[in-house]
């Protein structure tokens, strides 16, 4: 079995709508290492009418961004990079980031928006994300969302470049 480190920022995270993912299958082993934050700023923003959390590859701008630090096996990578439509929408990347138990560096994979509309930069940036956060954009989850290929659509275009 391996594993893999992946550090989740956005509706992955505990409490979130989408941490069910991780337990999507009755197989596949994951377990939360710790809180943490990137190393690196970047812009954590949210977007489109579906108040997606979209952490932008910007190096440099925005804020070191908080999440929680997870160990997963294969069978749940996979179903992260389904959710993350991985390598089409969200690119994973390894970086660093930092522990906010012992402040130790650690190397773990980060979902980014690569291939961005550079009008996005000009969006607030957020530290940390909740759906139910004072920013008052409530996540819309998939479920309640437009046929499928009509929501993906609309996402991409309002992102993608």
Not at 28 to 39: N, P, S
Not at 90 to 100: A, G
Not at 102 to 119: A, P, Q, S
Request: net charge neutral; hydrophobic share 30%; proline share 4%.
């Amino acid at each position: 079995m391996n594993l893999h480190k992946v550090f989740v920022y956005g509706t992955l995270k505990r409490g979130e709508p989408n941490h069910n993912w991780f337990s999507k299958d009755s197989i596949g082993h994951y377990r939360l290492i710790c809180e943490a934050k990137t190393v690196d700023k970047y812009p954590l923003i949210i977007g489109t009418e579906y108040n997606i959390p979209f952490l932008l590859y910007s190096p440099g701008n925005g804020t070191n961004v908080r999440g929680e630090l997870y160990e997963v096996d294969d069978a749940v990578f996979r179903n992260l990079d389904a959710l993350e439509d991985h390598p089409n929408f969200y690119v994973r990347e390894e970086r660093e980031v930092l522990s906010l138990d012992d402040n130790r560096k650690i190397t773990t994979w980060i979902y980014f928006i690569k291939d961005f509309k550079e009008n996005l930069l000009k969006q607030t940036s957020y530290e940390s994300y909740s759906s139910e956060g004072p920013h008052g954009l409530k996540y819309v989850t998939r479920y309640l969302r437009e046929t499928t290929s009509n929501y993906k659509m609309k996402v991409l275009n309002a992102v993608k470049s």
